[in-house]
């Protein structure tokens, strides 16, 4: 189970990677008028969204399995649990709406500003310190 739980950390440390820098991206697409520049910007982001999401789907499936060996070692009913699985609900929610927002630059649809995507990216950084904050201290 040590190593399950040693690559399920890996593999979300580097999907977090790439949902810090994603939004980091937009802003730039969002202030950018040249179309060269963008195009750049896109492609950038078209292959971090891709890699990121290659990243998402261990780290998601390893969880599964450390749940269900917890389900199982200690059995389910504590609260924190299903609260960091909620927080895990809108990590995965937060990923999707990355790849929304990536298909309306392609399509040159952005109707946000640069400075709604410096907010958006502040949101995997709550929702992770939410996340750890909860494995580590199980507060209920």
Sequence with gaps: MLWIKTFHIVFIASWFAGLFYLPRIYV??????????????IGMARRLYRFMTILAIPAVLLGLWLYVGYRIGVGPGNGWMHAKL?????IIGYHHACG???RKFEQG???RSHKFYRWFNEVPVLLLV???ALVVVKPF
């Design 28 to 41: 730039n697409l969002a202030q950018q008028s040249d179309p060269a520049i963008q195009a750049c910007l």
């Design 86 to 90: 909620f927080f895990v609900l809108l």
């Design 100 to 102: 929304v927002m990536l």
């Design 109 to 111: 649809r952005n109707t």
């Design 130 to 132: 939410l996340v750890v």
